[in-house]
């Protein structure tokens, strides 16, 4: 199993502790471009059950993802909603990238 599935399971584990899940969602966007990973931060990123914390963290990874593409992906981010999208759009002004 490769860093980013191990990381991915741990994200996705509602069982996980809510520190474990948000230093694996920092660090997915840390280490991989996957669409695997994108789809599991905005999984989460969306899910109203998970503490703010980490789906902040989330928003945030997903637009790192972004920034080192050098392209905001505008059907992701559309589908964001509350911190995450918050945090997201932060980070994408902050690089200056363009939102389209």
Same mark, same amino acid.
């Given at each position: 199993?490769?860093?980013?599935?191990? !990381?991915?399971e741990?994200?996705?584990d509602?069982?996980?502790?809510? @520190?474990?899940?948000?230093?694996?969602?920092?660090?997915l966007?840390?280490?991989?471009d996957?669409e695997?990973?994108?789809?599991?931060l905005?999984?989460?990123?969306?899910?109203?059950?998970?503490?703010?914390?980490?789906?902040?963290?989330?928003?945030?990874?997903?637009?790192?993802?972004?920034?080192?593409?050098?392209?905001?992906?505008?059907?992701?981010?559309?589908? !964001?909603?509350?911190?995450?999208l918050?945090? @997201?759009?932060?980070?994408?002004?902050?690089?200056?990238?363009d !939102?389209?």
């Amino acid at each position: 199993m490769d860093q980013a599935t191990a !990381l991915i399971e741990i994200l996705l584990d509602k069982t996980a502790s809510d @520190a474990d899940r948000d230093d694996a969602a920092i660090d997915l966007g840390d280490i991989s471009d996957d669409e695997e990973v994108e789809v599991a931060l905005l999984t989460v990123a969306n899910d109203e059950g998970t503490d703010e914390m980490i789906r902040a963290s989330c928003g945030e990874s997903l637009a790192r993802i972004w920034v080192r593409q050098n392209q905001v992906s505008r059907e992701k981010l559309a589908l !964001l909603t509350g911190i995450a999208l918050e945090e @997201a759009v932060g980070i994408i002004k902050n690089e200056n990238l363009d !939102l389209g």
